[in-house]
């Protein structure tokens, strides 16, 4: 197959390894094509990437001998929208990141996208298969392996990211924990009275609707079923489908997010915000708080040059039945698929590449000081995905990170709330009109209500579920929730 380039996108080289017979075939190293999105630094510094990439290719080729092409189609936010098309395109790549709620990966393994894992991880990516893949069943369609875990099992709890001077004001220290909806209202009541900028950054997450609604299931002990993010979770206690614009408990949320619009903590520009630009905005110190849908114990504070903030967990944790946020994936149309498992083995247990991939190259993007890494912004090369790229656990900590963070995290586990439907893989290829016909109303009308933007709350959700049942929402529910209980049948 003829490697083509793609337009418009930004490209990486770095090498990578191969065993495969491209190299006695033509004298030069296989090329892998990794395609990642863009992080907080994007875009990086072609100059500095090729530093970066120079040094990886020493390491990868003397491990594994090839080289991998990274190309980043742009910033994260359009990630979910150009890669989905590409794959569909047949564009030449080898590895992808792949996740639940952008690239999903059901979708593309259902669609032929992606290659069976299972033979080429047990055989090509020792470690990696070793360290997860007791955690990879909710990876699985038809039995068939299709995205592997870099990063182990995880837990769900969301956090109020509250920028440090507000949180000094509100007497906030890293003990601190919201435990209700109301303990949130009453936090933005407060920051609104102590910030002239107190709008709340609830943007959309692509494919997935408004972000406060996921940021609140741990208090409602909810976890994302897989389909129709945003609009159908999970009871991880009962394994019961809950339909998040019929449940009383969202419409708590939807009712609160109404009156903060009212009261103006929504910009009234919300809905045309971009993910990627909210996020900017508090990574340069201009929001007081930023709701987040992974807390990380052990790291409960953030050190930036243009912010200090407090993380404060939200309810209670909910352990990640599948860990899917984060995932790589091979491709059917590889053409090196054993060299690409070798590479996923390397970014699982080879920390200098893992950190190279992430950080850069130590003393010109970023430094140490013990375990922790400060990158510097301006270097060119400030991926900020430590939890996307590589396996998190062998990198380098971020600044204000205790060296005993990942033995708490490993302690936090131990507390969460086990789900009943653990290794549950929903099968919706007799889904897939109803789905697109939900998938169209939801794009229009979640984000409005779910800001607060809509109007009325009860007229808003009633005409909502009178347009999403006619799209075919409750044909998908009874559909879904007869494959949970045969599934929770087999595990009785």
Known sequence: MKRTMCVPVFLIAIAVAGFATGTEETGEAPELIWYVPGGGGYPYDPAEVELVVEAA???LL?????????????????????????????EDMDVVWTSHWSNVWRDNARNGYYEPLDDLLQANAPSLWAGESAFMDGFRIDGDLYAALLRGPNQSTSEMRIRADIAEALELDESSRITSLEEVNAFMTQVAELSDDAYLSAYRVPATGPLMVSAMMPF?????????????????????????????????VFEMMSAWADAGYVTPDALTVKDDEWGGLWRDGQLPTYFHLS???????????????????IGTPVLAPSNEGSLMAITSTSDHKELSAAFLDQLYSNADI?????????????????PNATV???????????????????????????????EINAAYLETALNPVYSGFVPNTDDLKTEIANVTSVFS??????????????????????ERLDSAGLQTIVTE????MDAFLATKQ
């Open 295 to 313: 807390y990380q114990p052990g790291n409960p504070r953030i050190n930036r040059p243009n912010l200090q903030a407090l993380r404060v967990p």
């Open 444 to 465: 229009q009308y979640a984000g409005p209500i779910g800001l607060g933007l809509a109007g009325p709350v009860d007229e808003a959700i009633a005409d909502f579920n």
């Open 376 to 406: 510097d912004g301006a270097a060119g090369y400030n991926t900020g995905l430590g939890w996307a790229l590589a396996n998190p656990r062998i990198i380098h900590l971020t600044p204000g990170v205790a060296p005993e963070a990942r």
């Open 354 to 370: 893992a950190n190279l991939v992430v950080f850069g190259i130590e003393d010109r993007h970023y430094s140490l000081d013990g």
């Open 220 to 252: 409602f002990g909810h976890h994302e079923l897989g389909v129709l993010p945003g609009l159908l979770k999970v009871d991880a206690a009962s394994g019961e489908i809950v339909q998040v614009y019929r449940s009383e408990q969202y419409r708590q």
């Open 62 to 90: 003397s491990e594994i001998g090839a080289t991998i092409r990274m190309e980043v189609p742009g910033p994260s936010g359009d990630f979910n929208t150009k890669v989905p098309l590409l794959l569909a395109a047949g």
């Open 57 to 59: 290719n020493e390491i």
């Open 480 to 483: 879904l929730q007869s494959q």
